[in-house]
């Protein structure tokens, strides 16, 4: 079966530094996304990506953060200057389609940023 | 943007099946019921996904009823391995259309021996 891939699995960055985290989406899907989750909490939405733009975004997606695909296979989540608040588990998911509601996505199985 | 609300826990025994409800009362016309199943330190897992009536996948089955306020996500014959959090998700959401799947709390199961 067909799965996203994310690298690396772990990421320990000093505060201040910048950091990308790596993501290969299933490769018919055009829909791309990126979650965050803080040990113990939600899933949260960060940013999807459509066209080679941002669709959505949510409030913590702020201007430390950045996405882009730099090629044909591989979807980036760079945060510029890392805080502490930053450490949590981010997911890459992507979906093959995402307009009309009924879109399944598929997640990776994340990376864990750890912000000293 | 659909709320929904599903109790925080349930707990359960190995072989019963399990039923979660999730409401979901301002669900609007073209909005879909997705369910995700998350294991710790995993990306949630789709589950099942419907718009009315019944759905059934060799993992579980999920109950719509008329009104589509409420939906159950039924796990037949449960073991020890399906201890997870299970998330209801309505949609779509966002400007335009199914980029923005935002989970809420969801329900931790626990299942035990």
């Known amino acids: 079966e067909p799965e996203v891939t994310q690298t690396p699995s772990h990421q320990v960055t000093q505060m201040g530094q910048e950091v990308i985290l790596r993501c290969v989406p299933i490769s018919n899907h055009l829909y791309f996304y990126w979650y965050r989750q803080i040990l113990g909490q939600k899933v949260e939405f960060l940013v999807s990506?459509?066209?080679?733009?941002?669709?959505?975004k949510s409030e913590i997606f702020d201007d430390q953060f950045s996405v882009e695909r730099p090629d044909g296979s591989n979807f980036t989540l760079k945060i510029r200057s890392t805080k502490l608040e930053d450490s949590a588990m981010y997911f890459c998911?992507?979906?093959?389609?995402?307009?009309?509601?009924?879109?399944?996505?598929?997640f990776g199985s994340g990376t864990q940023l750890s912000v000293l | 943007l659909a709320k929904t609300t599903q109790p925080i826990s349930m707990d359960s025994y190995e072989g019963q099946e399990v039923n979660i409800t999730c409401s979901h009362n301002n669900i609007a016309t073209n909005d879909y019921i997705t369910w995700y199943q998350q294991f710790p330190s995993q990306g949630p897992r789709f589950i099942i996904q419907g718009y009315k009536t019944k759905v059934t996948n060799e993992v579980a089955s999920l109950f719509i009823p008329a009104d589509r306020k409420s939906s159950t996500l039924s796990l037949p014959r449960v073991s020890l391995s399906d201890t997870a959090v299970y998330y209801c998700?309505?949609?779509?959401?966002?400007?335009?259309?199914?980029?923005?799947?935002?989970f809420g709390a969801g329900t931790r199961l626990f299942v035990k021996a």
């Open positions: 998911a992507s979906s093959e389609g995402g307009t009309g509601g009924d879109e399944k996505l598929f």
């Open positions: 998700l309505v949609g779509p959401t966002g400007n335009t259309g199914g980029f923005k799947t935002i």
């Open positions: 990506f459509y066209n080679n733009e941002i669709s959505e």
